[in-house]
């Protein structure tokens, strides 16, 4: 089956730091892969598309200068929450979509946690 | 994308069927049902999707209503590593379409 994989699985970092996280499909190439958040006792809530070779399109609310997405390959979304700061400690978890089936499948998501 | 209503949460017995049931009557015929779940601290898993026929795969069976205002998903077996929030969700089947996530059913499976 479509495997996803997200890595780092968790990070701890200081406010003001950045914090880069990758989303790989492993099995499939995905021109589109997508960012959700995710916060305690709280559904998905979908972030940015991110388009490879283009720029990703960010739902209303998400700053994109501070989710800094870059989809380089048909393999590979990153995720970068520059400046972090406590507000920004969530859930973080990738889809990515297969073309041939259209369907989205997920990574294992990233718990980060900013002090 | 359509609305879906879903309950908040069921309980299952172990061994036995479990029947998640999904409105979404306001579905139009372009629409998908899918169905994921996502079990604690983990990513969302896909389970099936449909879009007027029943369907069945190794994990589940999706019974879809005539009129597509409803469906069933259907654990035949549930387990105790069932346990999780089911997410049903409708989409066009488009590339690029996004998902959208409602509360889902936490279904817990009991011994």
């Known amino acids: 089956g479509a495997v996803v994989s997200q890595h780092p699985s968790w990070v701890i970092c200081k406010s003001g730091t950045s914090v880069k996280i990758e989303c790989r499909s492993l099995?499939?190439?995905?021109?589109?892969m997508f960012w959700y958040r995710q916060f305690p006792k709280q559904s998905l809530m979908l972030m940015a598309t991110s388009n490879e070779g283009s720029k990703a399109t960010y739902e209303q609310g998400v700053e994109k200068d501070k989710f800094l997405i870059n989809h380089a390959s048909l393999t590979l979304s990153t995720l970068t929450v520059t400046s972090a700061h406590p507000e920004d400690s969530s859930f973080y978890i990738c889809s990515a979509l297969d073309t041939a089936t259209d369907t989205q499948y997920f990574g294992p998501g990233t718990r980060l946690t900013v002090l | 994308d359509a609305k879906t209503t879903q309950p908040p949460s069921m309980d299952c017995a172990e061994g036995r069927a479990a029947n998640l049931p999904c409105n979404h009557s306001?579905?139009?015929?372009?629409?998908?049902v899918y169905w994921y779940r996502q079990i604690h601290s983990q990513g969302p898993q896909y389970i099936i999707h449909g879009l007027k026929n029943n369907e069945t795969n190794e994990m589940a069976s999706l019974i879809i209503t005539e009129d597509r205002k409803s469906s069933t998903l259907i654990l035949p077996h549930a387990t105790l590593r069932d346990t999780a929030v089911y997410y049903c969700?409708?989409?066009?089947?488009?590339?690029?379409?996004?998902?959208?996530f409602g509360g889902g059913t936490r279904v817990l499976v009991k011994p």
């Open positions: 099995d499939f190439q995905a021109t589109t």
């Open positions: 969700i409708v989409r066009v089947k488009a590339a690029g379409n996004k998902l959208t």
């Open positions: 306001t579905i139009s015929g372009n629409e998908y």
